[in-house]
């Protein structure tokens, strides 16, 4: 039997080593929850403006193209490229030689066949009184049957030689008239006040006409004092815009400033639909459609045409919305819950191009949400199979993952508009709710309903 | 029948126990471990296991604290949060704040702060034992009057560091099941988030369990090595004790007190 002392001793190290023991047991089957790095931010009010961002050129919003109706050498081009012109103003004159020659010809027609209208009087003058005398003749029983009739034939022969002169008259006077025009013509005018934008023919090229071909393209007279922007916008988003938009530009060429813009037109067909069937479709399986939209702009600058420009075009606008980063939306699974709940959270927003581009990417590779445009558009393009298998999967809702504590809670959300970097939540969060905003790794793959996590920066992150 | 009388050799002169007792015994019956300490020849095993014990335990903390990423994690929310006070009160502009903040990253890492971690354990463990040594020392010689080898207080610092050590490992075990930095066993164990530069943290971690043993079993040390009475030593102990923490908690270095 141990000394009192020596119980004493075995008592508090077998405390000490119970004590041990326990801790060291509970460390070592303590549920091993993996713990992510995430960056967070509130939820905040902000004033969301939506743009659909477009590339273009600048053009005026009058130009004309200056092409000959007749052929021939130009003899005289007294104007050159970046020259302002007014309307009248002599712009080149074209030989006139052969149209001159032509002139005469015609008018020398038209001589002749006054001569054959005057000779057909006369004849018809003739042939009526012959007609006229022989007539009584007849009655008295003084001429044969035989002979009357061959004046009357006379006297209907004459006076359709008569109709014919005139007609010959007429065409006569029409050839002359169509020789003055055709000479006319060899003098080309400008059509406008405007600038000589382009000037491809120098004097003496002959050039051709546009009477039985698509001749020749002379110059272009452009009215700069009234500019405008055309740029092409996918289908996808040209359903957004509506004349009158408040448009933000940025040319190129004019670096430091930002002008402002209205639109003024909507094209109604996309470019290329009005070309043959074979060529269309064999391009649209590169290259997405896009509509030509016009945009006046409102300042005055020293804008040439062809200078390039980025329209932002301002197509929805929220005062006061609770927004949240681009990129602490992303899409899930609905919980089991959620899918008794209905479809609310499905996301089916037709009005919304981006989340719908996004999330027909997440279906087709769940593993890789990498936004790519290109995987939207050739979606649009798959075939039933595809869109069978797609149907079996379950329907993606849009969530952000909002922090409770060390852990997360997923959270369905109904997404608005949204701008270059924020979301607009109509449905699912409330004001100075903190949210996961990175890191993109975590929001896209790694977090789930109730993960723990922690926050610190970004951390390097390998792009799938 | 009479009893047999006791041997006087043995009565006057104990078995001397193995180091291994010693270590062991100090938890249990320190005041038997001191007093065959004062008793028996200066021996460099009762300061010099200790110290290397500790500094195993020492090295093994930094591993296994400094490998959790949650732990790492708060260590880095601190030092944000310091450079962001340090930005908010003037002393540093947000581009100052932030190279300090990326040299942090570079040069304060999971890996170095684990070596930082040993190369502490190496140093701070006989500089423990020699500062506590010096301490006793002192207050032998000044205030209990009474003159006692160094090496002795040494021996009584050295074994007295077994409690510390048993506190590490209970500090690395509650470390791993909380996730939590500053999980030692005190009153910081009530903080959902131990805040290094929270005073108010530093002074409830440094009511700890293990530290007021240590005192405990140092003062045991002290009286049987200076023959003045248990209650006195601890008196002393315990001020000093006191004088340091709130010394280095006020100072803004509360991590020396825990």
């Given at each position: 039997m141990p000394s009192p002392k020596k119980r004493k001793k075995i008592l508090i190290l077998a405390a000490i080593v119970v004590v041990l023991v326990v801790l060291t047991l509970v460390a070592v089957f303590k549920k091993r929850e993996p713990v992510i790095t995430v960056q967070a931010e509130k939820v905040t009010r902000r004033n969301l403006t939506e743009v659909v961002v477009a590339n273009g050129k600048i053009q005026p919003v009058l130009q004309v193209t200056i092409s000959p109706e007749v052929s021939g050498e130009i003899t005289e081009l007294p104007v050159h490229e970046g020259q302002f012109v007014h309307k009248g103003d002599l712009l080149l004159k074209i030989n006139p030689d052969v149209y001159v020659a032509g002139l005469n010809q015609a008018k020398a027609g038209y001589e002749q066949s006054l001569a054959g209208k005057t000779t057909a009087v006369a004849n018809l003058e003739k042939a009526d009184t012959d007609f006229t005398r022989n007539k009584e003749l007849f009655a008295r029983k003084l001429l044969s049957e035989s002979d009357f009739v061959g004046f009357k034939v006379a006297r209907d022969v004459a006076e359709?030689?008569?109709?014919?002169?005139?007609?010959?008259?007429?065409?006569?006077?029409?050839?002359?008239?169509?020789?003055?025009?055709?000479?006319?013509?060899?003098?080309?005018?400008?059509?406008?006040?405007?600038?000589?934008?382009?000037?491809?023919?120098?004097?003496?090229?002959?050039?051709?006409?546009?009477?039985?071909?698509?001749?020749?393209?002379?110059?272009?007279?452009?009215?700069?004092?009234?500019?405008?922007?055309?740029?092409?916008?996918?289908?996808?988003?040209?359903?957004?815009?509506?004349?009158?938009?408040?448009?933000?530009?940025?040319?190129?060429?004019?670096?430091?400033?930002?002008?402002?813009?209205?639109?003024?037109?909507?094209?109604?067909?996309?470019?290329?639909?009005?070309?043959?069937?074979?060529?269309?479709?064999?391009?649209?399986?590169?290259?997405?459609?896009?509509?030509?939209?016009?945009?006046?702009?409102?300042?005055?600058?020293?804008?040439?045409?062809?200078?390039?420009?980025?329209?932002?075009?301002?197509?929805?606008?929220?005062?006061?919305?609770?927004?949240?980063?681009?990129?602490?939306?992303?899409?899930?699974?609905?919980?089991?819950?959620?899918?008794?709940?209905?479809?609310?959270?499905?996301?089916?927003?037709?009005?919304?191009?981006?989340?719908?581009?996004?999330?027909?990417?997440?279906?087709?590779?769940?593993?890789?949400?990498?936004?790519?445009?290109?995987?939207?558009?050739?979606?649009?393009?798959?075939?039933?199979?595809?869109?069978?298998?797609?149907?079996?999967?379950?329907?993606?809702?849009?969530?952000?993952?909002?922090?409770?504590?060390?852990?997360?809670?997923?959270?369905?959300?109904?997404?608005?508009?949204?701008?270059?970097?924020?979301?607009?939540?109509?449905?699912?969060?409330?004001?100075?709710?903190?949210?996961?905003?990175?890191?993109?790794?975590?929001?896209?793959?790694?977090?789930?309903?109730?993960?723990?996590?922690?926050?610190?920066?970004?951390?390097?992150?390998?792009?799938? | 029948?009479?009893?047999?009388?006791?041997?006087?050799?043995?009565?006057?002169?104990?078995?001397?126990?193995?180091?291994?007792?010693?270590?062991?015994?100090?938890?249990?019956?320190?005041?038997?471990?001191?007093?065959?300490?004062?008793?028996?020849?200066?021996?460099?095993?009762?300061?010099?296991?200790?110290?290397?014990?500790?500094?195993?335990?020492?090295?093994?903390?930094?591993?296994?604290?400094?490998?959790?990423?949650?732990?790492?994690?708060?260590?880095?929310?601190?030092?944000?949060?310091?450079?962001?006070?340090?930005?908010?009160?003037?002393?540093?502009?947000?581009?100052?704040?932030?190279?300090?903040?990326?040299?942090?990253?570079k040069f304060a890492g999971p890996t170095m702060l684990m070596v930082f971690g040993c190369v502490g354990a190496m140093f701070g463990s006989f500089a423990h034992i020699f500062w506590w040594a010096f301490i006793l020392w002192l207050m032998a010689q000044l205030i209990l009057k009474t003159k006692i080898p160094y090496l002795k207080a040494a021996e009584v610092a050295g074994l007295t560091t077994m409690i510390l050590v048993l506190g590490a490992v209970v500090t690395i075990l509650l470390t791993v099941i909380t996730g939590k930095l500053g999980m030692t066993p005190s009153l910081a164990l009530m903080l959902g988030n131990f805040d290094l530069k929270n005073k108010a943290h530093l002074l409830l971690a440094a009511v700890n369990i293990f530290s007021f043993w240590q005192i405990g079993v140092a003062a045991c040390g002290l009286a049987r090595l200076t023959g003045k009475p248990f209650a006195k030593a601890l008196l002393l102990v315990f001020l000093y004790w006191l004088a340091f923490t709130l010394f280095f908690v006020g100072i803004g270095f509360g991590q020396m007190a825990m």
């Open positions: 359709a030689q008569l109709e014919s002169a005139n007609d010959q008259v007429n065409v006569a006077k029409a050839a002359v008239d169509n020789a003055q025009d055709l000479l006319n013509k060899t003098t080309i005018v400008a059509p406008l006040d405007g600038t000589i934008t382009t000037l491809n023919s120098q004097l003496g090229e002959r050039v051709l006409g546009t009477v039985q071909n698509a001749g020749t393209i002379i110059g272009i007279i452009s009215d700069l004092s009234r500019m405008e922007a055309r740029v092409d916008i996918g289908e996808m988003d040209v359903v957004l815009i509506q004349p009158d938009q408040k448009v933000k530009l940025e040319v190129d060429a004019f670096k430091d400033k930002k002008f402002a813009g209205t639109v003024t037109q909507i094209a109604d067909s996309s470019k290329g639909s009005g070309q043959a069937a074979s060529a269309y479709s064999s391009s649209q399986s590169q290259e997405a459609t896009k509509f030509e939209v016009r945009i006046r702009i409102n300042e005055k600058e020293d804008f040439r045409p062809g200078m390039s420009v980025t329209a932002e075009i301002e197509t929805r606008y929220r005062t006061n919305a609770l927004t949240v980063p681009l990129a602490s939306v992303t899409t899930r699974p609905p919980k089991p819950a959620d899918k008794k709940s209905g479809s609310t959270n499905h996301v089916s927003s037709a009005t919304n191009h981006v989340a719908l581009a996004t999330t027909t990417n997440n279906v087709s590779d769940p593993t890789n949400d990498v936004g790519v445009a290109t995987n939207s558009f050739a979606s649009t393009n798959s075939d039933a199979t595809d869109k069978k298998s797609k149907d079996s999967l379950p329907k993606l809702s849009e969530v952000v993952f909002v922090v409770e504590g060390d852990h997360v809670k997923m959270v369905p959300v109904k997404i608005g508009i949204c701008d270059d970097n924020y979301w607009e939540i109509t449905d699912g969060l409330t004001n100075d709710q903190e949210i996961v905003t990175g890191g993109y790794r975590a929001i896209s793959r790694d977090l789930a309903d109730g993960k723990k996590v922690v926050k610190g920066p970004v951390a390097a992150e390998s792009t799938p | 029948m009479e009893p047999a009388p006791a041997n006087p050799d043995s009565e006057s002169q104990p078995v001397p126990t193995t180091l291994w007792s010693r270590l062991l015994n100090v938890f249990a019956a320190p005041g038997e471990v001191f007093e065959e300490v004062k008793n028996s020849q200066s021996s460099t095993a009762n300061w010099l296991a200790p110290a290397l014990v500790y500094i195993v335990v020492g090295v093994i903390s930094a591993v296994v604290i400094f490998s959790q990423p949650a732990i790492v994690q708060q260590i880095r929310d601190q030092q944000a949060k310091v450079m962001d006070d340090q930005v908010k009160a003037g002393k540093l502009t947000q581009a100052q704040a932030d190279q300090a903040l990326t040299m942090m990253d």
